[in-house]
């Protein structure tokens, strides 16, 4: 069993920035993928980031240049940087743990930006 409980999100004007946590209970070594997902009013939630229990980080393309993904393994916590926020990134985040087949959510952390 694996709980993740993220943090760090809240109001933000555009062109502001927020830096998201995520905390797990167990080391971070033993999951085989960390990742960020958001999800907007009636959309389908949607893959952001992910990092590898390697330390290799990946960001979609279309968040390339804005957003980035680490992490601090003694705290073994993975964070979202999110720079140059935008009114259309106002959504819940989400972060994720692929354990083998099993994937673990934690609660979700609102992040509203405004125009």
């Known amino acids: 069993q694996v709980q993740l409980v993220e943090s760090g999100g809240g109001f933000v004007q555009a062109g502001g920035s927020l830096r998201l946590s995520c905390a797990a209970s167990?080391?971070?070594?033993?999951?085989?993928?960390m990742g960020w997902y958001r999800q907007a009013p009636g959309k389908q939630r949607e893959l952001l980031a992910t990092?590898?229990?390697?330390?290799?980080?990946n960001i979609v393309d279309f968040m390339k240049g804005r957003f980035t993904i680490s992490r601090n393994t003694a705290k073994n916590t993975v964070y979202l940087q999110m720079n140059s926020l935008k009114p259309e990134d106002t959504a819940v985040y989400y972060c994720?743990?692929?354990?083998?087949?099993?994937?673990?959510w934690g609660q979700g952390t609102q992040v509203t930006v405004s125009s």
């Open positions: 990092i590898t229990g390697g330390g290799s980080g």
């Open positions: 167990v080391s971070i070594f033993s999951i085989d993928v």
């Open positions: 994720a743990a692929d354990v083998r087949v099993v994937r673990y």
